[in-house]
């Protein structure tokens, strides 16, 4: 079997900012933990349900275990892992979960030109990028090898319930949308404890819900791509919805001068070269967010901003602005997102 890769685009995170004293008739639930190879932060208002930190824990813990189960690279017994086990053809039965989320990353594959892809863990492997250790300059071969070994259409046939293998040696990853899923998963976990105020945040990707404690809804701080100063560029309150942030400056290498971002293009099989340092979604839930955060990192703000307007997705890319020195950047938001965050 292969062994599963660690990696995640997820270069930094957004942050939910300090909120006033809450109401006195409402208690405040804040739990964290680790779980997909990241931490977890869930901030959860309860007006009246009465509900036990122990029950509240113990429904995040079911949630998270489950999504584990089906999603993890991590766990040589998941499902996604026992089906990048398979080496043949044959169709492999998804739950209705894992189909949930295959549906959606086939969905953000095709209406994102292929930059949102499942299947780049070779050439994450053949770039350095997949675990701990020195960085590569492969050869053209080798990228060309790879990119033979990637990408949706090339190694995938995703049907509405069954997952099968054009090529018997395709991976599949879920590192770039199962944290949003899994937000998701936690906030209806929420829900059915009678918590309809909350904000469940997983390595970068959340979902939330309501009010914060302050009445207001959930300030969240976007990070400044700035690997250095890591302050706050922006701020935006969300409620219903899901927010990720994908950014490029944390994990790169530099060779002769040229820096190589952990981020591929599944379209050339090598780096992104755009002014793109990060790029933030906002979508119905946190599965779509994380995933169209990935794509719109890779596609860039001149291409990105087309495909937003043509499908009324709310991003703002932050992009590297050297006219006006070091360090500083400028922003380009969708009109969707604007109107979100007006």
Not at 38 to 66: C, F, H, P, W
Request: proline share 4%.
């Amino acid at each position: 079997m292969h062994t599963p890769i660690k990696f995640s685009r997820r270069s930094f995170m957004v942050m939910p900012l300090a909120f006033a004293a809450c109401k006195p008739s409402a208690e405040v639930f804040e739990i964290s933990g680790l779980t997909m190879g990241t931490s977890y932060n869930i901030v959860a208002v309860d007006k009246g349900s009465n509900v036990a930190r122990a029950d509240l824990q113990a429904a995040i813990d079911t949630a998270l275990t489950e999504v584990n189960g089906q999603m993890s690279n991590w766990d040589s017994g998941s499902e996604i892992s026992r089906f990048n086990a398979v080496q043949t053809g044959d169709a492999f039965e998804m739950s209705g979960p894992l189909g949930h989320v295959m549906q959606a990353a086939a969905d953000v594959n095709l209406r994102s030109e292929g930059r949102f892809d499942t299947t780049m863990g070779p050439l994450i492997e053949l770039w350095g990028f997949g675990a701990p250790g020195e960085r590569s300059m492969p050869a053209d071969v080798e990228i060309e090898r790879a990119l033979a070994a990637s990408g949706h259409d090339n190694t995938l046939s995703v049907g509405e319930t069954s997952l099968s293998k054009v090529r018997g040696d395709a991976q599949v990853y879920l590192a770039a949308i199962g944290k949003g899923y899994g937000a998701d998963r936690v906030a209806t976990a929420l829900e059915s404890l009678g918590i309809s105020d909350y904000m469940v945040e997983i390595g970068g990707d959340l979902y939330a819900s309501g009010r914060n404690p302050s009445g207001q809804p959930w300030q969240i701080g976007i990070e400044k791509p700035d690997s250095l100063t890591r302050g706050v560029l922006d701020v935006v309150g969300i409620s219903g919805v899901g927010l990720a942030s994908s950014g490029d400056y944390r994990n790169y290498f530099e060779r002769d001068g040229k820096r190589f971002s952990h981020v591929i293009d599944p379209a050339t099989g090598r780096p992104i070269e755009h002014h793109t340092a990060a790029a933030t979604v906002i979508a119905e839930n946190g599965m779509m967010a994380d995933a169209w955060a990935t794509a719109m990192l890779t596609l860039g703000r001149e291409r990105g901003l087309e495909i937003a307007e043509a499908h009324d997705i709310a991003v703002v890319f932050i992009e590297r602005d050297h006219a006006a020195g070091e360090g500083q950047f400028k922003t380009h938001a969708s009109s969707r997102f604007g109107a979100m965050t007006a």
